[in-house]
């Protein structure tokens, strides 16, 4: 198995550039969807805000956070350029499928991010289902990886490859069956086995994390010690859906949000230390990182 580095090329066909005649339009209407009562505290609530904000200094051009209906009015003094959109809540306060209210939400977006605190108390399984079916881009993380464990025969129903999953070894073991010790024992080769059969991209995330779509793959050693902190994979999460809009490929988006967020995150260790940073702190240099990416310096 040839396994590649994440190449400048790449790295800068990914970012892309900005016209001078454009506007927000052209860089993306994506849609971050997640949160419930049982993650209603504020730092974790505060952690959605950080995706979307990563969403953005990802270039997207406009962010959309879709959260359910009961949980509205501690979202609100955490946002910041992102709108807004509520789903219903269950008796759980968790979202609730409802076909009308998912149309609204999602009209015009282009990209989607699910998962970040998500809980296991909502109508998961007919969100997922409507995402996929719909043919939007997805980027799938946390909960909604847990929910696909659930309901493995969801990643038939897609209608789109442009599908981009993000575990860590806990989240594959639950997607596959296997072990935790049986995947580090061998993660690109199992990655790639999962990638190739379901006809999606996989980001299996670890101190080295590897990249595939079932034919390539990337392996990313950006990082620090500082990132295992959390909110960290809600950052990745929000970078890789910006990227995702942009990118035919999602192993590339894929591979280069992985790489952007560990360079972001090595930055902010520089200036906090890896024992004292916060997911925020990569979330700070993200600009920055791609800013040195564009200008040859890393």
């Not at 992102?82 to 306060?93: C, D, H, I, Q, V």
């Not at 950006?222 to 909110?231: D, E, I, L, S």
């Not at 090595?266 to 600009?287: C, H, L, N, Q, R």
Request: charged share 20%.
């Amino acid at each position: 198995m040839q396994i590649s580095e994440i190449s400048r090329e790449l790295l800068l066909k990914a970012i892309g550039s900005r016209e001078e005649n454009s506007n927000k339009s052209d860089y993306g209407y994506i849609a971050l969807l997640g949160g419930c009562p049982e993650y209603a505290g504020a730092a974790r609530l505060a952690y959605l805000a950080y995706s979307a904000t990563a969403a953005m200094r990802a270039g997207a051009g406009v962010v959309r956070l879709i959260v359910p209906l009961s949980i509205a009015s501690a979202m609100l003094p955490n946002m910041l350029e992102s709108t807004l959109k509520f789903l219903p809540a269950n008796e759980y306060g968790a979202v609730k499928y409802d076909k009308a209210a998912m149309d609204a939400a999602f009209a015009g977006i282009k990209t989607v991010g699910i998962g970040m605190g998500l809980g296991q108390n909502g109508d998961n399984a007919e969100i997922i289902e409507y995402i996929l079916n719909s043919g939007i881009p997805a980027v799938f993380d946390a909960d909604a990886l847990n929910t696909l464990a659930k309901h493995p025969d969801l990643l038939a129903k897609k209608r789109t490859d442009k599908i981009i999953l993000t575990p860590h070894p806990g989240e594959f073991s639950r997607l596959t069956g296997l072990s935790i010790p049986e995947i580090l024992s061998a993660p690109a080769e199992y990655a790639v086995d999962f990638a190739r059969k379901h006809g999606v991209t996989v980001l299996l995330k670890g101190h080295e994390s590897f990249i595939t779509d079932g034919k390539t793959v990337y392996r990313n050693d950006r990082g620090t010690p500082g990132m295992a902190t959390a909110g960290s994979g809600d950052v990745l999460t929000g970078i890789i859906t910006a990227l995702l809009y942009r990118n035919d490929d999602p192993a590339s988006a894929a591979a280069a949000g992985a790489y952007i967020a560990g360079a972001a995150g090595e930055a902010a260790a520089e200036k906090y230390g890896a024992v004292g940073m916060i997911s925020p702190d990569t979330v700070e240099f993200i600009a920055f990182a791609i800013k040195n990416i564009l200008d040859g310096k890393i």
